[in-house]
């Protein structure tokens, strides 16, 4: 009983942050039955199995064999100013727009690359490959590939751009906190129900030397409710001190909530294709 409840626990696991995972350690265990009953090593033969099962899905998924939505650039290859920020997006993949979406980030990305002569734009968490309607935890609204995080542009506190560096490993929670004056309407709220995380114990892995390039992202959001527009961008969520710290005034530019995840470390576009 105690092992049918941990691969219960396994395959639950794997869909929610994978998606496709479950299926393969089903498939795993399903070969496993078929053809190693005898072994010893049982362990390491799952394991072996659903590397082998997983890792061959998820590079036929990203081969757009498959699915219908669009993979996001998961390593440059000289061909697209835009990439994964790491490689777990891929590995996990949570990597997949509509073609709309890819669309509207690759004009995005050759847009600032042409204006900025050597930038990178990095994508965060976009969507699954499947089933409009699947969550992809722990966001509230990632679920039809209309949806994607980028992360921000930095440079170092001498002024220099850094090509492809991010504030944190995973592009995320790196924040960029209100100065004084600047808007907090979150200030002095407290509520259990919330997204918004202040993420104190991962400040150790963000490195201090980096800021957000504010000319560059700017740029980008300017790029997005204007011509973005015009490529089925809707919506960006952003924190209110950067909206104003930045200057935009345009409506598309909303802030998230205050039970929703802080939106001063990336920006969150939603689109209509």
């Given at each position: 009983?105690?092992?049918?409840?941990?691969?219960?626990?396994?395959?639950?696991?794997?869909?929610?942050?994978?998606?496709?995972?479950?299926?393969?350690?089903?498939?795993?265990?399903?070969?496993?039955?078929?053809?190693?009953?005898?072994?010893?090593?049982?362990?390491?033969?799952?394991?072996?199995?659903?590397?082998?099962?997983?890792?061959?899905?998820?590079?036929?998924?990203?081969?757009?064999?498959?699915?219908?939505?669009?993979?996001?650039?998961?390593?440059?290859?000289?061909?697209?100013?835009?990439?994964?920020?790491?490689?777990?997006?891929?590995?996990?993949?949570?990597?997949?727009?509509?073609?709309?979406?890819?669309?509207?980030?690759?004009?995005?990305?050759?847009?600032?690359?042409?204006?900025?002569?050597?930038?990178?734009?990095?994508?965060?968490?976009?969507?699954?490959?499947?089933?409009?309607?699947?969550?992809?935890?722990?966001?509230?609204?990632?679920?039809d590939g209309r949806k994607l995080d980028l992360a921000f542009y930095y440079r170092d506190r001498q002024g220099r751009y850094r090509r492809g560096a991010l504030a944190s490993p995973l592009g995320y929670w790196g924040f960029t906190p209100p100065g004084?004056?600047?808007?907090?309407?979150?200030?002095?709220?407290?509520?259990?129900?919330?997204?918004?995380?202040?993420?104190?114990?991962?400040?150790?892995?963000?490195?201090?030397?980096?800021?957000?390039?504010?000319?560059?992202?700017?740029?980008?959001?300017?790029?997005?409710?204007?011509?973005?527009?015009?490529?089925?961008?809707?919506?960006?969520?952003?924190?209110?001190?950067?909206?104003?710290?930045?200057?935009?005034?345009?409506?598309?530019?909303?802030?998230?909530?205050?039970?929703?995840?802080?939106?001063?470390?990336?920006?969150?576009?939603?689109?209509?294709?």
């Amino acid at each position: 009983m105690l092992r049918l409840l941990g691969h219960g626990l396994a395959v639950l696991l794997l869909t929610l942050v994978t998606q496709i995972g479950g299926l393969a350690w089903l498939a795993a265990l399903l070969l496993r039955r078929l053809l190693f009953r005898g072994s010893r090593r049982r362990g390491l033969v799952l394991l072996a199995l659903f590397a082998l099962l997983y890792g061959g899905a998820t590079v036929a998924l990203d081969a757009g064999t498959v699915t219908k939505r669009a993979s996001l650039p998961c390593w440059e290859d000289g061909r697209h100013p835009f990439v994964a920020a790491s490689p777990i997006y891929c590995l996990l993949n949570r990597h997949y727009v509509t073609p709309g979406t890819y669309g509207a980030v690759a004009s995005l990305a050759a847009r600032m690359n042409e204006r900025f002569p050597g930038t990178l734009t990095q994508t965060l968490d976009a969507g699954f490959p499947f089933l409009t309607g699947f969550p992809l935890l722990p966001h509230i609204s990632h679920d039809d590939g209309r949806k994607l995080d980028l992360a921000f542009y930095y440079r170092d506190r001498q002024g220099r751009y850094r090509r492809g560096a991010l504030a944190s490993p995973l592009g995320y929670w790196g924040f960029t906190p209100p100065g004084p004056g600047e808007p907090q309407p979150c200030a002095g709220t407290a509520n259990w129900a919330t997204l918004r995380w202040d993420m104190g114990w991962f400040h150790l892995l963000v490195d201090d030397d980096l800021v957000m390039d504010a000319e560059r992202t700017k740029a980008a959001l300017q790029w997005l409710t204007t011509d973005g527009s015009r490529h089925g961008v809707t919506r960006l969520l952003l924190e209110p001190h950067l909206k104003s710290r930045l200057g935009l005034a345009s409506n598309s530019v909303r802030f998230q909530g205050c039970r929703a995840a802080r939106h001063d470390d990336h920006i969150h576009i939603e689109s209509r294709y």
